[in-house]
């Protein structure tokens, strides 16, 4: 009898621990270099803290101002997941449309393409002016970000469904629907977390810049009162928390990619341990 | 293969309930033109209806030509092929004459330049859903684990899903797939991929079968293994079979009669009736009868080759 897989065994923690350490000691090391790097550089030079700030002081800037972030991070980071989900949304709505008439991807695709070029400077304002100081405006932001390469790349997954398959299931009596739901979706699926995970990215940065013309909470309001006190350490700060904040939203999408596409992992792990 | 597997009896069986269960949805073209009585010539205690005398074949190719390319390459020419009801027919030609081209054809998925294509006297050309249909190529979906593979056709036809399940777990012992439900279809050998491919198309509930090459992939051993297991559930629900192989011993094992194609573009060379009476043994593949209608085979198979 052959063993059934998944009665693989797994590799010892010890190994598993090396492989970690493999993988994430050398990011990890250049990263404290630059940082001690940029620590003795601004000791050596005695530059001013409102031109660079030592990283010293950075520390000590969120030591003081642990208190008010957590409020902050919760605004920007709410406005950036109702962001992304209407982002996934609409780009799976409208990828669907577009994949499956031809007419509608003609006359669409150049639109989504347009719709890019609008620098985010401009249209923040404006959709202050329509949509107020609440939240709606900064997730319309995020969504407008997100959308577009979750579009592309699922469309491009539906429309890339293996034809013998879409035959196969057209054979066993499926129509249209049948065909989108037992074929062309799960073969976007991947497509549509690659998308996503671009969106994911984008999505704190784009919360920020929204939050940046106006608003009442968020981490880009709080860049906005350090820039006018001058604080530029505090600016580093928030640039430090929209930078892990954005990393983690993107390792949330990776995980969720992982759960809902088990497959893909399966072939690529069998591939590393030959 | 598992050694220690169930009687024959309770697998077949289990396909007939599968069968007995199905939902004929409304898409489906051939549910009303049906012929039951007809379709069970082996059973001696059904009385023949005034139907069955003009019964419609199951599988009806009538002169089928078809061209790729605008007409460029010509692929079949006049092909005609007929299967009555219960019937287990087989397709034999050398590689590239035609009979996947063919089976598409008759699975609604190609559109032939001309001649008509009926199943169950109903016109398939463009009309999928008539037939369950296994292509050549394997076509797992990745996404689905073996089990949920083996009953996708099932849940287009609308069957219940955890009806479906049951049933195609109980059949993966005899296809020597015990074990494997939960695998993807990456983790499964070609065999075992091109036997899980077969187990789903049974689970299509459809009266007519078309078969590509179902053992193209599988050792003589494993081949032997599932001719008998085939036999077995035809003989049981008596589906109507078109089979396409490059064995003529494959063939003249299953069949009830074969067509033996030329090279591109395909004709139909000849069609032979095989009459060895069934349950067929293994020795019957040294029975003088069965070798002089191999032979015989292999000749018209030298016929339609092109001259060296
Ligand atoms: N979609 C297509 N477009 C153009 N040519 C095609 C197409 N499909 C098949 N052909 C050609 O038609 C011919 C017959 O193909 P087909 O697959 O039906 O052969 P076959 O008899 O099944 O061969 P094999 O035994 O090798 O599977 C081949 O020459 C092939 O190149
Ligand atoms: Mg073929």
Redesign the interface.
Known sequence: ??????ARARPSPLARAGHYAAEYLPPAALLVALVAGWELWVRAFDTKPYVLPAPSRVWDAFLETRGVLPGHIRTTMAESLLGLFFAALIGVGLAVVIALVPFVRRVLYPLLIVSQTIPMIVLAPLLIVWFGFGMTPKVIVVALVGFFPIVVSTVDGLTNA?R??V?????????RL?VLR??ML??A?PGFFAGLKIAAAYAVLGAVIGEYMGGSSGLGLFITRAQTSFRVDRVFVAVVVVALASMALFAAVHIAARLA???IY??KS?EGTK | MERNREPGRSVAAALVAARASQTHAPRQPLASTRDHNARTPNNPTQQPTANSRHMTSAIELRHISHAFGGGAVSVLEDVTVTAEPGQFVSLVGPSGCGKSTLLRVLAGLLVPSAGDALVDGQDVRGRPGAVAYMPQKDLLFPWRRALANATVGAEIAGQSKHDARERARALFPRFGLAGFERAWPVQLSGGMRQRLALLRTFLVPRDVLLLDEPFGALDAINRREMHRWLQEVWAADQRTVLFVTHDVEEALVLSDAVYVMTARPGRIQARVDVPFPRPRVPSLVTDPAFVALKAQLLTELDRGMPPA
């Open positions: 009898m052959t063993p059934a897989p998944g293996d013998e398959l035959g196969l299931v057209r054979s066993m009596g499926a129509r049948a037992y074929v799960p073969s699926l596409t088990p497959w399966v072939s069998e």
